[in-house]
């Protein structure tokens, strides 16, 4: 066993495997890979095998499709056959609903040059003449995708890793970490057989690791105690059964290849071909988590009996879709856990507040994951960044509030909506409310509709009472979209107040923060009493985080960021913070995330309302231009509650963020609201904002900016700084404007807004997509913004976008096509 390593690569399932194959195919020597038992020995061996590349994800898809592409080249690189059937793979629906679905999937799948057809109920009949389509509506149909064998393919990356010089070691245990400063020292004990049983022998080693990944899939929770952290990765029962031969399949077969894989989602079910039967594999309702407290010794390749009074339902509806198989009987069952994260995604990236230390965890398609994980992750860890923003993959997306009953509860929501409609406006309800701000009940009395950001309610919209969300939600307008108008509309005319408590909020103090900032971020640093939008951007030059700072003193910072990333930038300002102390002086860095709330306050009466509240020895002018500027930050009393506010509107209208201490909330909340009735002050929520900051061009975090872009890409050029010197600069002016981030008006159909996913044309070419959408009440249309090729990103550009499989015209407008001059922001009173 070698004791000093450069990476070290915990557990020898498909995704450890992957990830030690592409490390050591990147060139890092000294790649080991540590294996509890045997390799496959987790949830690898009991998989169906299936690598589908249907995912909503922008992200995932690529790492789906990364995979697939792999898996096809590795028998020609190893000699070793993985048995990857490309069958295809049929994605049917049963309604117009599931129809709607697909084509907005489809904007993804085509953005990410992933293949797909449409095939209507004949044309599958004339296909596979076994499926009643009848009550079909359609399919979607992959041809590229199929299946695998889960323990071949990891064996072939195996001895790819191996043959590219990585060494794996079975039958050891990590058992403990520990930082030294430099490098991990990592405590592995050798285990031994005895009575079945996998037990300890009093073998250890400790082995030196620069890099340490782990990829322990079901141990993921024992993996979180041993590192001090918290992961959300949490398993959940999944069960498949394989039947007999049913005899017209095996009469279809004579005459035809390999039956698609079959997936039937309003029947929440898969269905794939085994000699000559079938398999059918189910997500039902109430599936439990398993291992919340850790995986017993006793279960090793272990299944959990079939629960088969679960997945009844389900196997009546398969034998409606394929009716042959009525009279085949049950041949095997397989329950085996299958590890999830609440929102499905696995987590992939830097531990949070450790050093060189990396997750692969909770990957519930995890045969379909590894080879992408594996590849994108290798191209962090190797060059400092992944060709694709992994963000949506990040460990620490999830805020170090989750608990395991949070994980186990939310996972097992998150396994019985696999199959669910997935509408772009859809609020899964597990484990709510769970963080409110103070004012929620006075939001819901109100008629908030609450959406889940990062565990905190935050109103959508607002609506009469006895109004269902749940009904409210489509692929198209849905019911809530003419709230969302008359908020906007509120905004944009009177005066409307938002909840933005969420935003992640942290204070930066102490000697070296001046030079610090200056260092971490883009922009030139405001003023004291002033506020400047900047960027952190990463060491390839592209965006990490977007921050509004305001400077409070000289030395002393107040920084606010998107509220759905807390620790995800958090984690990353305290690493830079730290590393950076030694060369400029102390610097503190404080998360003061929950110590204060936010009202957005805006409208063109939004003045008129403080007015009425701001104790000041002349109320008439302290929010004049003068006493208060666009752009400035002061501490003002209103009523009885100290306020920080900032002269800021992320909706672009003359406002304020009132940033309180979040127990005087409700106090400041009457406060506002008495104030404000003589001027139709109205509760306003997220949707309506999202509409009207795209009036503004007003990039966000997580659609416009990530680190897909560079700032200059996001086309923000007046908030980058080129006199200064700041981390990812060289590197961002290397790579140059790849493509430009523009504005459009849309003349989408009739009823639907895009939702910014979809993809964009210039003629029969495809150019871009789009990364936001929705209505814009200034100009009675639709609205996106999206990058495009920067010869297309001229003002007046016609291009196409594409939604319900149809191509409508958008052209791409000036930035800020609401006022842009900014003169309602500005005006003075
Ligand atoms: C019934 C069923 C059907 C499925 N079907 C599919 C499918 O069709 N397609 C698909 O994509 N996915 C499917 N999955 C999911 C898939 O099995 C998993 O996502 C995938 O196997 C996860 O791989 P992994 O490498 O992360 O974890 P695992 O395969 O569980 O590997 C983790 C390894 O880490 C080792 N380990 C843990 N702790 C330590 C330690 N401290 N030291 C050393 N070693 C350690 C373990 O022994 C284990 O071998 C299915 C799952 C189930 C249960």
């Known amino acids: 066993m070698k004791t000093h390593v450069k990476a070290l690569v915990v557990g020898g399932g498909a995704v450890g495997t992957s990830i030690a194959y592409h490390l050591a195919k990147a060139g890092w020597d000294d790649v080991v890979l540590l294996e509890r038992d045997e390799l496959t020995s987790g949830s690898t061996w009991h998989a169906a095998g299936l690598l589908p590349l249907f995912n909503m994800s922008f992200a995932t898809t690529h790492i789906h499709k990364y995979s697939v592409d792999f898996y096809k080249s590795l028998e020609e690189e190893t000699g070793l056959n993985a048995g990857f059937a490309v069958v295809g793979n049929l994605r049917m629906a049963q309604t117009d609903a ?28 004339a296909r596979w003449p076994l ?6 509506k359609g399919a979607l149909y992959h041809n590229t995708d199929g299946y695998i064998n889960p323990a071949d393919v990891t064996m072939a990356m195996a001895k790819g890793a191996r043959q590219h010089g990585a060494v794996i070691e079975r039958k050891w245990q990590v058992d403990a970490y520990h930082w030294n400063g430099d490098a991990w020292e990592v405590t592995c004990t050798k285990m031994v057989e005895k009575g079945g049983n996998l037990v300890p022998s009093d073998e250890q080693v400790v082995v030196t690791a620069e890099h340490v990944v782990t990829a322990t899939g079901n141990h993921a929770q024992r993996t979180a105690r041993q590192l001090g952290i918290k992961m959300p990765a949490i398993p959940v029962e999944h069960q498949f059964i394989v039947m007999e031969q049913d005899p017209a399949l095996v009469e279809f077969r004579k005459e035809h290849g390999e039956h698609p894989v079959i997936r039937d989602a309003d029947a929440q079910s898969y269905v794939r071909e085994e000699r000559g039967g079938w398999i059918l594999g189910i997500y039902e309702k109430e599936a439990p988590a398993r291992f919340e407290h850790g995986v017993p010794d006793s279960f090793r390749a272990d299944l959990f009996p079939l629960a088969l009074d679960r997945i009844e ?32 995604n696995p987590l992939v990236g830097p531990a949070p507040g450790l050093r060189n230390m990396w997750l692969a965890e909770g990957f519930s398609f995890g045969i379909t994951a590894a080879g992408g994980t594996g590849y994108y992750l290798a191209q962090m860890m190797v060059n400092g960044e992944a060709e694709i ?28 909506h696999v199959y669910v409609l997935h509408h772009p406006d859809e609020e899964r309800p597990a484990c709510r409310p769970l963080r409110t701000a103070p004012s929620y009940e006075r939001m819901k009395a109100a008629g908030a509709q609450f959406g889940c950001v990062n565990g905190w309610e935050r109103p959508n919209y607002f609506a009469p009472e006895g109004f269902s969300d749940y009904d409210a939600r489509s692929f198209k307008r849905g019911g809530w979209w003419q709230y969302a108008v008359e908020e906007a509309k509120a905004i944009r005319e009177g005066v409307g107040m938002i909840d933005a408590t969420a935003f992640t909020k942290h204070r930066v103090k102490g000697p070296g923060a001046t030079a610090f900032l200056d260092w971490f971020t883009c922009n030139k640093l405001p003023r004291v009493g002033r506020i400047n939008l900047t960027y952190a951007l990463t060491e390839a030059g592209t965006t990490r985080t977007e921050y509004t700072i305001v400077r409070e003193a000289e030395d002393e910072y107040y ?47 939004s003045r008129d309302v403080l007015k009425k509240i701001i104790i000041d020895a002349d109320p008439e002018t302290a929010l004049s231009n003068k006493r208060f500027p666009w752009l400035s930050a002061q501490k003002i009393e209103l009523g009885m509650c100290p306020v920080d506010a900032i002269r800021v509107a992320y909706t672009g209208e003359l406002g304020w963020e009132l940033h309180h201490p979040i127990e005087m909330q409700n ?15 109205k509760l306003v929520g997220a949707r309506a904002q999202n509409w009207l900051r795209q009036e503004k061009s007003y990039r966000a975090f997580g659609t416009e900016l990530g680190r897909d872009a560079t700032p200059l890409e996001a086309d923000l050029p007046r908030f980058v700084n080129m006199d200064k010197e700041y981390q990812g600069k060289a590197a961002m002016l290397d790579l140059g404007v790849r493509s430009k981030c523009v504005t459009f008006l849309i003349d989408g159909p009739e009823g639907a807004d895009p939702w910014g996913r979809e993809a964009l044309y210039d003629g029969d070419k495809r150019v871009g997509r789009l990364t936001s959408g929705g209505y814009s009440v200034a100009f009675e249309k639709s609205i996106g913004m999206g990058y495009v ?21 958008a052209v791409v407008v000036e930035d800020s096509p609401y006022d842009p001059k900014n003169a309602s922001i500005r005006v003075d009173g």
Not at 107 to 122: H, I, K, Q, Y
Request: glycine residues 8%; charged residues 30%; hydrophobic residues 35%.
């Open 98 to 125: 599931r129809m709607d679905e697909y084509m907005l999937y489809a904007s993804t799948a085509e953005t990410c040059d992933v293949p797909f057809e449409w095939l209507t109920p004949d044309e599958i009949k």
């Open 131 to 136: 499926i009643r389509t009848e009550d079909l």
């Open 313 to 344: 339902e389900q196997y009546m509806a398969m034998i409606h879709r394929i009716p042959s198989c009525e009279e085949s009987g049950l041949k095997d069952d397989f329950n085996g856990p299958i590890c999830y994260t609440p929102d499905g």
């Open 389 to 416: 923003d992994m963000a949506s993959l990040d460990p620490k997306r999830f805020g170090s509030w989750i608990t395991t009953e949070y994980g186990a509860r939310k996972n097992e929501e998150c396994y019985d």
């Open 559 to 605: 920084l606010v960021s998107s509220g759905a990333l807390t620790d995800y930038d958090g984690d990353f300002l305290r690493k830079a913070a730290a590393d950076k102390a030694g060369e400029f002086g102390y610097i503190e860095v404080q998360n003061v995330t929950t110590q204060y709330g936010v009202f957005a306050i805006a409208g063109p009466k």
């Open 667 to 681: 106090y400041l909340f009457d406060l506002i609201m008495a104030a404000g009735e003589e001027h139709g002050l």
């Open 789 to 809: 090729p920067p010869e297309l990103s001229e003002v007046g550009t016609k291009l196409k976008v594409r939604m319900f499989r149809e191509l409508w015209d």
